[in-house]
């Protein structure tokens, strides 16, 4: 399908590399050269200037976790997408376009926006900024490897996507890529989340996508992923499947990530482009963890707090919240072993948050690393502090953000209040115009 390594990308350093692979734009060469060679971060024998050449390994595990495990037939389908992902995503002519997509398509590269009237709300001594996802085309950061995953479908001369979906966000945005493409798309989703999730359903159907129901146990995401993942292994000569997040087996939490990065990459270019420095830190909501991923990727070899915050929902019992990282255990599922909330027999627990997009009882197997190494502080925001910083951020900015990224806003106040001075730099990983109804119905206008 393409040349042999004469096609291959150069670059100086891996953090370019990411920058050019995830098909990032950058702004100011000289400035970033200048970072670039002052920072040497080291934590627990982990050297983060060579950590995308280590991680994921060879096998698709971050330290213990990640892996491939699925049934030998679906073994041999991700070999051939991790095959492909190595050889036609480092291509010239993928990359080339990629970044057509990311500029002239997407709308890349989504703005740097300093929120000063939030920042002088929370006392003034810290400055916060929000990288805006919520300005990508399709209203959140899920395009970016939405494109990515249908773009390497169509050099591998598949016809058809195929993915599950809950609130219907990941269905919306793979939809659209496949409209983009002209691939066929199925999205299985449970019959339950049909209900209630009308306006995403429409969407979806709108785009062009089979919107297929899942009739069986509770009728949601969890056995809409087990249908897909059926459909994939019957249908995967034609088809390549599409994860929503940093999940699944080896090489999605990878390869997703690696499109993600375009938000940090860019984030860290304009950060420094626009302040003359690093932020103090950096902040994302961790639902499966892909717009969290996407950002940290751009600074983990910087002396930079990362921060990733999980749904706290209605209160730390089991079934009450969605954060997994905190409260979870090590375990199996769909495919990865990762960090996961349990019930009594240990199967993937019920779980619950304001923002349907972050109820997912695990999260990646880089989380789960980075967790474990120290190198990010995974922390918790309730549904309260999350509707009040939506409705901060409206009031203040201008800019009404998803429930899922509130919870990110909400964590970055609760920082600016705390820390004596710097800037943190919050994710804004998309818009809250499907989130108006459900706020106004249950909160009502404050
Ligand atoms: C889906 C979604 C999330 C959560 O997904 P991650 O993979 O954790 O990023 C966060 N924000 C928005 C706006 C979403 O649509």
């Given at each position: 399908m393409q040349g042999g390594t004469a096609d291959k990308i150069s670059y100086s350093s891996l953090r370019e590399y990411l920058g050019i692979l995830s098909g990032a734009f950058f702004v100011s060469r000289t400035k970033i050269d200048y970072f670039e060679e002052n920072i040497k971060m080291k934590l627990n024998n982990i050297d983060f200037a060579t950590y995308f050449n280590n991680y994921?390994?060879?096998?698709?595990?971050f330290g213990k976790y990640g892996g491939v495990f699925v049934e030998d037939k679906l073994k041999r389908a991700m070999a051939e997408i991790t095959e492909a992902y190595y050889s036609i995503c480092q291509s010239r002519k993928f990359i080339a376009e990629l970044r057509r997509i990311r500029k002239e398509?997407?709308?890349?590269?989504t703005p740097v926006t300093h929120l000063e009237r939030l920042s002088d709300a929370m006392g003034g001594k810290v400055q916060l900024y929000a990288k805006r996802e919520d300005l990508n085309h399709s209203g959140a950061h899920k395009l970016n490897h939405c494109m990515g995953e249908a773009l390497l479908a169509k050099f591998m001369g598949k016809k058809k996507v195929i993915a599950e979906t809950g609130a219907g966000q990941h269905g919306v945005a793979l939809a659209t890529a496949a409209a983009y493409f002209g691939l066929k798309c199925d999205i299985y989703m449970g019959a339950v989340d049909i209900k209630k999730q009308a306006p995403n359903v429409a969407r979806m159907k709108i785009l062009g996508a089979n919107v297929i129901e899942v009739t069986h146990g509770l009728q949601t995401l969890k056995e809409a992923v087990d249908a897909a993942f059926d459909a994939y292994s019957r249908e995967y000569e034609d088809a390549i499947y599409c994860i929503g997040?940093?999940?699944?087996?080896?090489p999605f939490p990878m390869m997703v990530r690696d499109f993600q990065s375009v938000v940090g990459i860019e984030a860290r270019e304009q950060f420094i482009d626009m302040t003359g420095h690093l932020p103090s830190a950096i902040v994302a909501c961790v639902g499966g963890g892909s717009n969290a991923a996407g950002l940290f990727a751009g600074f983990l070899n910087d002396p930079v707090d990362i921060y990733g915050i999980e749904p706290l929902g209605r209160g730390e019992?089991?079934?009450?919240?969605?954060?997994s990282l905190k409260y979870g255990t090590e375990g199996i599922m769909h495919g990865f072993n990762s960090i996961m909330l349990k019930d009594e027999n240990g199967d993937p627990a019920p779980v619950y948050s304001v923002a349907s997009g972050l109820d997912y009882p695990s999260s990646g197997p880089e989380h789960a690393f980075l967790q474990e190494i120290g190198r990010v502080k995974y922390d918790v925001i309730n549904d309260e502090e999350t509707i009040d910083a939506f409705y901060r951020l409206a009031r203040l900015e201008g800019i009404i953000p998803a429930i899922e990224s509130s919870h990110a806003v909400a964590y970055g106040m609760k920082l600016a209040q705390k820390m004596d001075h710097g800037s943190v730099l919050i994710n804004?990983?998309?818009?809250g115009d499907k989130d108006m109804d459900y706020i106004i119905e249950n909160y009502g206008i404050r």
């Open positions: 994921p390994d060879k096998n698709g595990y398509f997407q709308g890349r590269p997040s940093v999940l699944g087996p080896h019992k089991l079934g009450d919240h969605a954060a804004l990983s998309g818009r």
